[in-house]
């Protein structure tokens, strides 16, 4: 089989986004100055946006989503402790066990009844206080929820969460590298959605389609803590305004198209169900989780791949496709057929 130079249709991951010419002329003509010494003009105001949307006092700009998840995790965890998330989470799957390597806890994951974890598997997770129990020291939360197929976890779930983290005297965090498309979704506030969390981390390389980035919000107090920790893991960057502009472009111009995404995800989502005995999860948002009823999933994307569209593949028996502001809804209609022919095919 083929593959193209080229693809018709990349729809691996909300991360293939290039800028477009607007973010890059905006990114380009970025006022700036030296961040690790005093300060850059633009990057202060892509933070004092971001905490402002978060409804948090303050904001700091990370090169990535996983710096400043790890990053929050070193400042509210205590080594030789454990921090508990839903066994799906991109923290445990997909940081390379920073958590342990780096902040010297272990993880906890714990696996609910639904999709994701709600506040029963939450409160059933956390140990009775002994000698013999390792004790428990921050939760973290995710939404929308990658490995749960782009699931949101709504306000009042998420309330009733960190109401069972702070009556066990934890802090949470919310990894949000999404939390836009949960807000763009369910018409509930960035701000209401943040609230019950001491720090979130919002990306700005998904769904808004800035190159780099992403922002760690909470108290001035945790937040004056976690510079000195970004500087300990080498992300205090010079001139990062150019790089604040791309990601302020994509919070004032890319937030509200994220309902196309998620338009586009259903649409994707209705073609491939039952093909081949595939069941997909119901998509919330942008992600498109393919279940396969064998494990296939190098045939799948092998096959998908000749006829010039790309897939990732989650596990063996699950490829995922996500919506995106380079996949419009158009190319998605023209191409994602595609995606059922290879699934028949390889599942025949
Ligand atoms: C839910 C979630 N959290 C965190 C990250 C990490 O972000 P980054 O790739 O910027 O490190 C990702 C990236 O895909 C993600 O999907």
New binding site residues.
């Given amino acids: 089989m083929t593959e193209f130079a080229v693809p018709l249709l990349d729809v691996r991951s909300d991360?293939v986004t290039r800028p477009t010419a607007a973010m890059r002329r905006a990114m380009a003509d970025a006022e700036v100055g030296d961040d690790v010494l005093d300060g850059d003009p633009t990057t202060r105001r892509l933070e004092a946006v971001v905490a402002e949307r978060l409804g948090k006092e303050r904001a700091l700009f990370f090169p990535?989503?996983?710096m400043a998840?790890q990053t929050a995790i070193w400042v509210q965890s205590t080594p030789g402790t454990e921090i508990l998330l839903d066994a799906d989470a991109?923290i445990i799957h997909?940081e390379i066990a920073a958590a342990s390597a780096l902040c010297g806890v272990q993880v906890r994951p714990i696996r609910g009844a639904g999709t994701v974890f709600r506040a029963p598997d939450l409160i059933a997770g956390i140990r009775a206080p002994s000698i013999h129990a390792i004790e428990p020291s921050m939760v973290c939360l995710?939404n929308t929820h990658?490995g749960a197929g782009g699931a949101v976890t709504p306000l009042a779930e998420l309330r009733a969460l960190s109401q069972v983290a702070r009556d066990a005297n934890l802090p949470v965090h919310l990894?949000g590298?999404?939390l836009w498309n949960a807000a763009v979704a369910t018409g509930t506030s960035l701000a209401e959605f943040a609230d019950g969390a001491d720090t979130v981390m919002v990306?700005f390389?998904?769904g808004l389609g800035a190159p780099v980035g992403?922002c760690l919000v909470g108290s001035a107090e945790v937040i004056t803590r976690a510079h000195r920790v970004r500087k300990r893991f080498g992300g205090g960057m010079r001139q990062s305004g150019i790089l604040a502009a791309g990601a302020l472009y994509g919070v004032e111009h890319h937030l509200d198209r994220l309902a196309e995404d998620h338009e586009a995800a259903r649409y994707l989502a209705h073609l491939v169900d039952g093909v081949g005995g595939a069941k997909v999860i119901s998509p919330d948002t942008n992600i498109v989780m393919i279940d396969l009823p064998t494990p296939r999933a190098d045939d799948v994307l092998a096959r998908a791949a000749a006829l010039g569209v790309r897939l990732s593949k989650w596990h063996h028996s699950r490829v995922r496709a996500v919506a995106h502001l380079d996949a419009p809804i158009g190319r998605v209609a023209e191409h994602g057929p595609k995606i059922a022919q290879a699934l028949a095919e390889a599942l025949a």
């Fill in positions: 991360t990535s989503g996983s998840n991109h997909w995710e990658n990894d590298a999404r990306s390389s998904k992403a």
